[in-house]
Each structure stands twice: as structure tokens, then as C-alpha cells.
């Protein structure tokens, strides 16, 4: 008892004499009783192997989601399977790692020649595009846990107008940008954070994402799938993917008779109505049109690229050595400031600051290019979103927009034909 | 018709070669890893316990947790992990613990050495007794993250706040780096 505390006392001397030699400073005592020592515990992370049977359920769960939706015209059993999608990626899985998030595994690896994707996450990215291009937005429809969450919660969907409807659709665009950018410059994942129903999935969670998650849900009751719509970035991609679909979910089976029970079915507006105007559309003016907006677009291309890249300095401020690096350099009498634990830990490592500049340096020259890709796809996007409104053919049936239907297969309960 | 067949087809060819492309210059690269996954874990040579680890898990109560390496422990009687500093009577009264919730646990083995063990369903991860263990004594108390706690989140959010970078993603093999000598082990980093 004595002489431990007189060895703890002399601690501070013998350190001194013996420099930064590596050694225990207390040597581990030689029990006399028959002392077992323990051995620190390592419980083992989940095993790859689920991680492939999960690849094998979204399999199993995209393929009947197509034949219920195609084939079989069951809304039953796409409820089923939304169901069982919420409990299996949701509520067992934890909702991690989907399909929306691995946008930002795909980007950083594309982007980062030191990340090392996982093969399940390239085949959760890969694996629902390959379906919408055969059979529509299938994922969205059953497989995603996100959008089952909502899905379920669909109460009393109200109409939004076009024009809402069409402007807030390019939120999922700039946010799908913004992830990919952020993410392969490597400064976070953007989508992930922001999950608003990661929380409930996990019963746990930062307190302000999961309230953000019940808003949702509420705001679902009445304005259906509010996240899917009008923020989901991987439902972007699928948008567009979709439109190209080799197959895809038809309202009636045989020919349309115009009752109009889809439309109030469909709780996303996703039905295209007939064209009241039943004249044949003016093909010479509408050419013109097509024309004049395909010339806009390289406008819009480059008039976001330049927007783009002056917003590059703003941007790069999310990446922690950015925001570091500017902090020292602006404010260096923050570095007496012993609260932030940044600058303070920056200060005991040693480095320069000239490095930590250096390397923030090397950051925003990625942002550089990044922001103005991103913004010349931001043009392009607009643009295309304007050649869309170009007319060339009058619909005459109710059908469901490729683009923006989710595969729920609401109407076809409703479809009498 | 026709002409709507064929841009369809066109584009779903575009598309496809798109993602083809994309797969590809990822896998031709080799930065797809088959068999391995990749779990976070804490480096506890580069750890500065600043205690972020306690408030920025996207649990309540923090995934990682502190563990205890006994074979670097010298089984002190003035533990500067377990006491707060000048504490002078060493028992077990909750004024002279260092540890805010009472996680790290003393257990008398012989004259005059204890055992240190931590209740892992009473640690929050604050670090206070890491650093303790590590300005004082052998620093056999480090900080780890507990698998069957951790989400294995796609990116995890202590990583992204780490001050000192010591959260990285360990291949699946090496899921933990418990310190067992004062060496760092070689731990083969992702390519």
C-alpha cells in the first residue's frame, strides 16, 4: 500500500529519466492467489453473409412487387409485401444500408481512389435501377423502407396542382447533386443524415431527426408520400430510369373507358389525364418549341456551370478541414479558445497549419470542379424539365405516368376493365 | 408508335450503358471488396477522449463503450481512471469517482492490487476515465466501438466529428483494435 503510493509519487522522475521508451509504467503484478485474469470481450459485428441474404430479399421482394404489378394486378399483395418490407429492411434491418443511401458509396467510390466499396452496396444501387428499366419504379412500390413507412400512413391524399407539383420535383434533383457532390469530395453523406425515418426504424435516435420523421409521417396523411415525392434522391434517378421502362404497370387491361376511378384511386397524381383539347396537337409550333428549348438547355448548362462554381468556396465549408482551415486563418485567436475541442486537438497534433491549409487547399479544388458539374446538371435538369412540357401527341386514356408512378397498383383495385 | 418504341429502346440501351459504365470503372479499379465488409471502429492510439463519442452516436446511449485491456492494467489502489484527481480516501465513495455514472466498477483481488471492470450497460463513453488511465497510468482503459451496440451506420456520425480522425472503417476480420501491447498492431487499413 506504502510503497505503490511512494512508486506513484517518484511516477513523474522515473518517466522523465526514461524519455518516451515505451514501457508500462505500472508492470503487471504477480497475483498470488489464484486471480484469473479476465479477457476484454468482443462481441462480433453481424456477418457478411446476411449482409448477401439481404441482396437475396430485395431480389425475392422486386420480382414479386413486378408480377403483382404487371401480371397479377394485385394491390393485396404489394400491401403485403410493403408490409413485410418495413418489418424486414425497417424494423429488422435497421433501415441501413438501402438503396437511397448507396448512391453516396457509389459516388465516393467512383470518386476516391482510397474507398473500397462493398459489393452488397454496389448491388443494392445497382439492383432496383436494372429493375425500373424493365418493370417501372417497382422498388419505390414495395421494397423501399422508407417509402412502405409512408405508404402505410396514406390517410386522405389531397390534390396539389401541377405547377406545385412540377417545381417542387426538382428538389429531388439539387438534392441528389448536392449528396453526390458531397459525398465524393468525401465531407459526409448528406442523405443519410437526414434520414427522417432511420429514427422511428431504430426506435432511437437524434431526438430533432426523429421528430422531423413523425412530421413527415403527419404531413403523409394528407399529402402522400411527401419524402418520396418531392426529396428522395434515388427516386430521382428511378424517375428518369423508369420513363424508359421496358414494361411497366397499365391502369385497365383491355381498353380505357374513361370513368376516371384511377385518378381518385391514385393518391400521388401520378395518372395522366386525356387531353380535353381533343384537336390534333400543332406539330409545326411544337417542333419550334422543342427546338428553341433544346438550343436553351447548353444556355442552362453553362449559366449553371458558372453559378456552380462560384458557389464552390460556400460549399466546401461543410467539409470539417475546410471549415477548420478557415477558422484558423480568419480568426487566429480562436487558438487560445481551450472550449473548442477542433482547434485544440489540431494545436496537440503537431501538424502546421500551413499543411492543414494545404490540405483544405486540395479539398476545395475538388469542390471546384464538383460545383460546377453540379451546376451545369442543374441546367440540364431544368431544361429538360422544359422540353417535357413540349406536347407532340393528344393522350385519349387515363394511364399511369411512367415517371412519377410508384408501382403501388392502387388503380388497378379500381380499374373495372 | 414506332417512333416512341424506338426512343424507348434507345434510351433504356443509354441508361443501361450508363450503369454499365459506372460498375464497371468502379470494379476495374478493384475498389469493390467481395467477400469483406467494413465495420468503424476507434483507433485507440489516435483517440484524444474528447468526448464527442458520448453525444454524437446516433444512439441515445452511445454505441461505443470503454474497455479495459487487463493485460496492460497494473491493478493500482489509486487508479487515475477510477478517482478523480486529489482524492484522497480510495474507496469506492460515489464524491471520489471519476466516472459521472458509475460504469467503472473496483473490485478488491489482493493487498494491493484491484480489478477494474467497466458495466457496459452504465457507460456512456465519455472518456473521462480514459484519460485518467492515460495521463497517469498505463492507459490500459481505452475507448472501443461495440459491435453488438453499433449500427454499422453508412457513415458513421462520430466519424464525421472525430476531432482526430481515429474512427475508420477495419475490415470485418479486425473489428476491434484493443490495445494488448503498447505497440500498435499492424491493422491492414482498407486499399
Given at each position: 500500500?506504502?510503497?505503490?503510493k511512494?512508486?506513484?509519487?517518484?511516477?513523474?522522475?522515473?518517466?522523465a529519466?526514461?524519455?518516451l521508451?515505451?514501457?508500462q509504467?505500472f508492470?503487471?503484478?504477480e497475483?498470488?492467489?489464484n486471480y484469473v485474469?479476465?479477457?476484454?470481450t468482443?462481441?462480433?459485428?453481424r456477418?457478411?453473409?446476411?449482409?448477401?441474404?439481404d441482396?437475396?430479399v430485395?431480389l425475392v421482394?422486386?420480382?414479386?412487387?413486378s408480377?403483382?404489378?404487371i401480371?397479377?394486378?394485385?394491390?393485396?399483395?404489394?400491401?403485403?409485401l410493403?408490409?413485410?418490407s418495413a418489418?424486414y429492411?425497417?424494423?429488422?434491418r435497421?433501415?441501413c444500408?438501402?438503396s437511397?443511401?448507396?448512391?453516396?458509396n457509389v459516388?465516393l467510390?467512383?470518386?476516391?481512389?482510397k474507398?473500397?466499396?462493398?459489393l452488397?452496396a454496389?448491388?443494392?444501387?445497382?439492383?432496383?435501377?436494372?429493375?425500373?428499366?424493365?418493370?417501372?419504379?417497382?422498388?419505390?412500390?414495395?421494397?423501399?423502407?422508407l417509402g412502405?413507412?409512408q405508404?402505410l400512413?396514406?390517410?386522405?391524399?389531397i390534390?396539389?396542382?401541377?405547377?406545385l407539383?412540377?417545381t417542387?420535383?426538382?428538389?429531388?434533383y439539387?438534392?441528389l447533386g448536392l449528396a453526390?457532390?458531397?459525398?465524393?469530395?468525401?465531407?459526409?453523406f448528406?442523405i443519410c443524415?437526414?434520414?427522417p425515418f432511420?429514427?422511428?426504424y431504430?426506435m432511437?435516435?437524434?431526438?430533432?431527426?426523429?421528430?422531423l420523421?413523425?412530421?413527415?409521417l403527419?404531413?403523409?396523411l394528407f399529402v402522400?408520400?411527401p419524402y418520396?415525392?418531392?426529396?428522395?434522391p434515388y427516386?430521382a434517378?428511378?424517375?428518369v430510369?423508369?420513363?424508359?421502362s421496358?414494361?411497366?404497370?397499365?391502369?385497365?387491361?383491355?381498353k380505357?373507358?374513361?370513368?376516371?376511378?384511377?385518378?381518385?384511386?391514385?393518391p400521388?397524381?401520378?395518372i395522366?389525364?386525356?387531353?380535353?383539347?381533343?384537336?390534333k396537337p400543332d406539330?409545326r409550333?411544337?417542333?419550334?418549341k422543342?427546338?428553341?428549348?433544346?438550343g436553351?438547355?447548353?444556355?442552362m448548362?453553362?449559366?449553371g456551370?458558372?453559378?456552380?462554381?462560384k458557389?464552390?468556396?460556400?460549399?466546401?465549408r461543410a467539409?470539417?478541414?475546410?471549415?477548420l482551415?478557415?477558422?484558423?486563418v480568419?480568426?487566429?485567436?480562436?487558438?487560445?479558445?481551450?472550449?473548442?475541442?477542433?482547434?485544440q486537438?489540431f494545436?496537440a497534433?503537431g501538424?502546421?497549419?500551413?499543411?492543414?491549409?494545404?490540405?483544405?487547399?486540395v479539398?476545395r479544388?475538388?469542390?471546384?470542379?464538383?460545383?460546377?458539374?453540379l451546376?451545369a446538371f442543374l441546367g440540364l435538369?431544368?431544361?429538360?424539365?422544359?422540353?417535357?412540357?413540349?406536347i407532340?401527341?393528344?393522350?385519349?386514356?387515363?394511364?399511369?405516368?411512367?415517371?412519377?408512378?410508384?408501382s403501388?397498383a392502387?388503380?388497378?383495385?379500381?380499374?373495372?376493365v | 408508335?414506332k417512333?416512341?418504341?424506338?426512343?424507348?429502346n434507345?434510351?433504356?440501351?443509354?441508361l443501361?450503358g450508363?450503369?454499365?459504365?459506372?460498375?464497371?470503372?468502379i470494379i476495374?479499379?478493384?475498389?469493390?471488396?467481395?467477400?469483406?465488409?467494413?465495420?468503424w471502429q476507434?483507433d485507440?492510439?489516435?483517440?484524444t477522449?474528447?468526448?464527442?463519442?458520448a453525444?454524437?452516436?446516433?444512439?441515445?446511449?452511445?454505441?461505443?463503450?470503454?474497455v479495459?485491456?487487463?493485460?496492460l492494467?497494473?491493478?493500482?489502489d489509486l487508479?487515475?481512471?477510477y478517482?478523480?484527481?486529489n482524492t484522497?480516501?480510495l474507496?469506492t465513495?460515489?464524491?471520489?469517482?471519476l466516472?459521472?455514472?458509475g460504469?467503472?466498477k473496483?473490485k478488491?483481488?489482493?493487498?494491493?492490487?484491484?480489478?477494474?471492470?467497466i458495466?457496459?450497460?452504465?457507460c456512456?463513453?465519455c472518456?473521462?476515465c480514459?484519460?485518467?488511465?492515460?495521463s497517469?497510468?498505463n492507459?490500459?482503459?481505452?475507448l472501443?466501438?461495440?459491435?453488438n451496440?453499433?449500427?454499422?451506420?453508412n457513415?458513421?456520425?462520430?466519424?464525421r466529428?472525430?476531432?482526430?480522425?481515429?474512427?475508420?472503417?477495419?475490415?470485418?476480420?479486425?473489428?476491434?483494435?484493443i490495445?494488448?501491447?503498447?505497440?500498435k498492431?499492424?491493422?491492414?487499413?482498407?486499399?
Amino acid at each position: 500500500m506504502k510503497w505503490i503510493k511512494i512508486i506513484l509519487f517518484l511516477m513523474p522522475f522515473m518517466m522523465a529519466f526514461s524519455g518516451l521508451q515505451a514501457q508500462q509504467r505500472f508492470p503487471k503484478p504477480e497475483f498470488h492467489n489464484n486471480y484469473v485474469q479476465p479477457t476484454p470481450t468482443t462481441p462480433e459485428p453481424r456477418g457478411v453473409g446476411m449482409e448477401f441474404m439481404d441482396v437475396l430479399v430485395l431480389l425475392v421482394v422486386l420480382s414479386l412487387t413486378s408480377w403483382f404489378a404487371i401480371k397479377k394486378r394485385s394491390r393485396n399483395g404489394i400491401l403485403l409485401l410493403t408490409v413485410f418490407s418495413a418489418i424486414y429492411f425497417g424494423f429488422y434491418r435497421n433501415g441501413c444500408i438501402c438503396s437511397i443511401g448507396s448512391i453516396q458509396n457509389v459516388a465516393l467510390a467512383f470518386a476516391d481512389p482510397k474507398y473500397v466499396i462493398s459489393l452488397y452496396a454496389l448491388l443494392f444501387f445497382l439492383i432496383p435501377l436494372i429493375f425500373s428499366l424493365f418493370f417501372g419504379r417497382v422498388f419505390c412500390g414495395a421494397a423501399c423502407p422508407l417509402g412502405a413507412i409512408q405508404d402505410l400512413f396514406i390517410y386522405k391524399p389531397i390534390t396539389i396542382p401541377a405547377w406545385l407539383r412540377k417545381t417542387l420535383g426538382f428538389i429531388p434533383y439539387l438534392y441528389l447533386g448536392l449528396a453526390v457532390l458531397y459525398a465524393a469530395t468525401g465531407t459526409e453523406f448528406i442523405i443519410c443524415r437526414y434520414d427522417p425515418f432511420i429514427g422511428i426504424y431504430r426506435m432511437n435516435g437524434p431526438h430533432l431527426m426523429i421528430y422531423l420523421g413523425i412530421a413527415f409521417l403527419l404531413m403523409g396523411l394528407f399529402v402522400a408520400r411527401p419524402y418520396c415525392r418531392f426529396f428522395c434522391p434515388y427516386g430521382a434517378i428511378l424517375n428518369v430510369f423508369s420513363r424508359f421502362s421496358r414494361r411497366h404497370l397499365s391502369v385497365y387491361q383491355t381498353k380505357c373507358i374513361q370513368c376516371k376511378l384511377c385518378t381518385t384511386a391514385c393518391p400521388f397524381e401520378a395518372i395522366d389525364f386525356p387531353d380535353e383539347d381533343k384537336s390534333k396537337p400543332d406539330n409545326r409550333s411544337n417542333t419550334r418549341k422543342f427546338i428553341l428549348y433544346l438550343g436553351l438547355i447548353p444556355l442552362m448548362m453553362v449559366a449553371g456551370a458558372w453559378i456552380g462554381s462560384k458557389s464552390d468556396v460556400f460549399l466546401s465549408r461543410a467539409h470539417p478541414d475546410v471549415y477548420l482551415a478557415e477558422l484558423l486563418v480568419s480568426h487566429p485567436e480562436l487558438k487560445s479558445d481551450s472550449k473548442n475541442i477542433d482547434i485544440q486537438t489540431f494545436l496537440a497534433s503537431g501538424k502546421s497549419l500551413d499543411t492543414l491549409v494545404a490540405e483544405a487547399q486540395v479539398i476545395r479544388d475538388k469542390f471546384h470542379t464538383g460545383s460546377w458539374i453540379l451546376g451545369a446538371f442543374l441546367g440540364l435538369v431544368i431544361g429538360l424539365m422544359a422540353i417535357n412540357q413540349v406536347i407532340f401527341r393528344r393522350k385519349d386514356e387515363y394511364q399511369a405516368n411512367k415517371g412519377t408512378c410508384v408501382s403501388c397498383a392502387r388503380c388497378l383495385d379500381y380499374c373495372p376493365v | 408508335m414506332k417512333r416512341k418504341t424506338f426512343i424507348n429502346n434507345s434510351g433504356r440501351l443509354i441508361l443501361m450503358g450508363g450503369l454499365v459504365y459506372l460498375t464497371g470503372s468502379i470494379i476495374l479499379k478493384r475498389k469493390v471488396s467481395a467477400s469483406g465488409k467494413y465495420v468503424w471502429q476507434i483507433d485507440p492510439f489516435k483517440c484524444t477522449q474528447c468526448g464527442r463519442c458520448a453525444t454524437q452516436c446516433v444512439r441515445d446511449l452511445s454505441a461505443v463503450k470503454c474497455v479495459h485491456a487487463y493485460q496492460l492494467c497494473g491493478y493500482c489502489d489509486l487508479c487515475g481512471g477510477y478517482f478523480k484527481p486529489n482524492t484522497h480516501k480510495l474507496n469506492t465513495g460515489a464524491e471520489s469517482q471519476l466516472c459521472p455514472t458509475g460504469a467503472l466498477k473496483r473490485k478488491y483481488v489482493e493487498e494491493p492490487f484491484f480489478e477494474y471492470t467497466i458495466d457496459e450497460k452504465l457507460c456512456n463513453a465519455c472518456g473521462k476515465c480514459v484519460k485518467g488511465c492515460g495521463s497517469f497510468g498505463n492507459g490500459s482503459l481505452h475507448l472501443q466501438i461495440r459491435h453488438n451496440l453499433c449500427q454499422n451506420c453508412n457513415e458513421c456520425s462520430i466519424a464525421r466529428l472525430c476531432p482526430s480522425n481515429a474512427i475508420s472503417r477495419v475490415p470485418i476480420e479486425a473489428a476491434y483494435q484493443i490495445k494488448g501491447d503498447f505497440k500498435k498492431p499492424v491493422i491492414t487499413a482498407p486499399k
